[in-house]
């Protein structure tokens, strides 16, 4: 009888110990994925600031292509 629960008591203690490394594997994770949430957001702050600065360059980019078409329909070619 005392074999048998000296048994039981080492796979119990087996058993803690895994329970213990995977929930130490969970808290890694959950760590990991919040990092990579925090550098989600931070790139997708990023992307936005770039779609907003391409929309301003887009802007003056057009703006001095329709100075230039001007300039050339108006049979000037540039001079005054």
Do not use: F
């Not at 009888?1 to 000296?6: L, P, S, T």
């Not at 808290?27 to 990579?36: D, K, L, M, T, W």
Request: glycine share 4%; aromatic share 2%.
């Amino acid at each position: 009888m005392a074999i048998a629960q000296e048994r039981n008591e080492k796979k119990w203690e087996r058993t803690e110990e895994g329970i213990r490394a995977l929930l130490s594997i969970a808290e890694i994770h959950e760590r990991e994925v919040a990092s990579h949430e925090r550098q989600i957001t931070a790139q997708s702050e990023q992307i936005l600031s770039l779609g907003e600065t391409t929309r301003a360059t887009d802007e003056r980019l057009n703006a001095l292509i329709n100075i230039v078409e001007r300039q050339i329909s108006e049979g000037r070619n540039g001079k005054p």
